[in-house]
């Protein structure tokens, strides 16, 4: 069973940056792993913002539209402790920020259903 919880939530004013933190423990596919960040602002849909994609020594990132540019993802130690770090951010970049976790097994998917595992999400308010 994997756990998942953020960390690094907070107000911050436009143009400043952000880092948010995932750790995760328990059974962890660090060979094989997808972490992924999402959104979600009050009314809205959850929203995909990027992903690591891990599959042994080979790793990348993608990124959502509205963040690619802007934010990066990386991940330590094994990738157990994902980041992800918002520079620049804009006031509708103002949501909760939730990862989320699965094993790798030849996709990973932008989508939320297809994700395991999650953490409870930590706020992050940005303005002008």
């Known amino acids: 069973q994997v756990r998942l919880m953020e960390s690094g939530g907070d107000s911050v004013q436009t143009g400043g940056s952000l880092r948010l933190s995932c750790s995760a423990s328990?059974?962890?596919?660090?060979?094989?792993?997808?972490m992924a960040w999402f959104r979600q602002a009050p009314g809205k849909e959850r929203e995909w913002v990027g992903t690591?994609?891990?599959?042994?020594?080979?790793?990348?990132?993608r990124f959502s539209d509205a963040v690619r540019g802007r934010f990066t993802i990386d991940g330590d130690r094994g990738d157990s402790t994902l980041f992800l770090e918002m520079n620049g951010p804009r006031p509708q970049d103002t949501a909760t920020y939730y990862c989320a976790t699965r094993r790798h097994d030849g996709h990973c998917p932008d989508d939320a259903s297809g994700f395991d595992a999650w953490g409870q999400g930590t706020q992050v308010v940005v303005s002008a």
């Open positions: 328990g059974n962890i596919w660090r060979s094989h792993i997808c």
């Open positions: 690591l994609d891990r599959v042994f020594e080979v790793r990348s990132t």
